[in-house]
């Protein structure tokens, strides 16, 4: 991270204004970790080791289903938080962050397009012949639009002036959840909006609707909403009553959403099983508070920013496009899923995913060398252009 229930009674001392919140990037590096070991061990390990009923692969499985709202949410922490701490004036385009934040969508949606080509087709595509894949919406994709989601709620804040910016993000991603069950109940082959090119379609409900915008671009708004709350009461962030407050809070959403939509649908819903459908979601949410609370208390032991571990939570876009690369032939066309998609066992699985995250260990340990060279090569290509 390089460059907001009253708590009136706690006196932690105030951050300053710049002051970095550690935890945060120590959250986007817990979650780009998970990914990276749960994305090889599903891609290797063999179909007959897929057993639930077995403790280790059960709780292997729960853990990777919280690393996609961990890694969801924690963008929209981090993303509004730095957006609220911008010393611009409170307006929408004068803010650089604003205009950051759209270069930054754009960015994301032009790499999960391309991670979604193959260079090995380029023929085909000069052609004008697309494969249906091409089209898909994935993670990167819902992440760029969800950043735009973000920054347009942040214009609305301000050119309306009332409420907390929480607020806004909050119920935004309630609302995202509301709607999630007209999406489920959809046959998978109703697609949605009917009639519109596929690549509209999955952004809701498609054929290649892998992280639709609904539900999860909601983990990204309630996200916003924490970043919001971090912002305002930043000077209690590293008391040990906030972080309490943070866990007891993802702890009764995580135990009281299922009852409490099962009274909504009783009252809204004539009593039919309805928005408890969202449930699963928000428990995970709650789930993902949980995570944060935990390590605030960590924050204590981060006393530089530039520690190897902090890193990886600072590098999440390059980390994401080479994994996908490696692990899935991502434009390049060739990768580890041509040689060892469920073809090992869970002891090969296990090793090779610590070699897998070692080798991303060492690339971010040595990444600013490439960034220096990068830096040199683009200075040479400028050069070489002026003078033609």
């Not at 916003?224 to 000077?235: E, F, K, M, Q, S």
């Amino acid at each position: 991270m390089r460059e907001n229930f009253l708590l009136p009674e706690m006196s932690s001392p105030s951050l300053p204004t710049q002051s970095r919140i550690h935890f945060i990037d120590a959250a986007r590096a817990v979650a780009i970790l998970l990914m990276l070991e749960g994305h090889f061990i599903h891609l290797t390990l063999q179909p007959e080791y897929r057993d639930l009923t077995h403790p280790v692969y059960a709780t292997w499985h729960f853990i990777r289903g919280l690393t996609a709202p961990l890694f969801f949410s924690v963008t929209g922490v981090i993303f509004v938080f730095l957006l609220s701490r911008s010393q611009d004036p409170p307006r929408f385009w004068g803010n650089r962050r604003v205009k950051r934040g759209f270069k930054r969508a754009f960015e994301l949606l032009f790499w999960g397009y391309l991670l979604q080509a193959n260079v090995l087709h380029f023929n085909e595509y000069l052609n004008g012949t697309f494969s249906n894949w091409n089209f898909a919406f994935h993670v990167l994709q819902c992440i760029g639009v969800g950043i735009m989601l973000l920054l347009l709620l942040y214009g609305l804040f301000i050119l309306f002036k009332n409420g907390p910016l929480f607020l806004y993000y909050m119920l935004a991603g309630v609302v995202v959840f509301a709607l999630y069950p007209s999406f489920k109940t959809l046959p998978p082959d109703q697609y949605f909006p009917p009639h519109c090119p596929e690549l509209i379609q999955n952004l809701f409900h498609g054929p290649y609707s892998v992280f639709p915008l609904i539900p999860w671009t909601g983990f990204i708004l309630l996200g916003g909403a924490v970043g919001a709350l971090i912002w305002d009461y930043r000077a209690y962030v590293r008391d040990r009553r906030f972080r309490l407050f943070m866990i007891l809070s993802g702890v009764c959403v995580c135990f009281l959403t299922h009852c409490a939509l099962y009274g909504v649908d009783f009252v809204f819903a004539g009593n039919k099983e309805w928005f408890v459908k969202s449930s699963g979601l928000i428990g995970r949410f709650g789930q993902v508070l949980i995570v944060l609370g935990l390590l605030m208390g960590t924050e204590k032991y981060f006393k530089r920013s530039d520690g190897l571990f902090l890193k990886f939570g600072q590098k999440t876009l390059p980390i994401y496009v080479i994994h996908v690369m490696i692990l899935y032939s991502g434009f390049i066309g060739v990768g580890l899923n041509k040689v060892w998609m469920e073809s090992l066992g869970p002891w090969e699985a296990t090793f090779g995913a610590t070699l897998f995250i070692a080798f991303f260990v060492v690339l971010i340990h040595y990444f600013h060398h490439l960034e220096n060279a990068w830096v040199q090569v683009k200075k040479v290509l400028r050069v070489s252009f002026s003078r033609k």
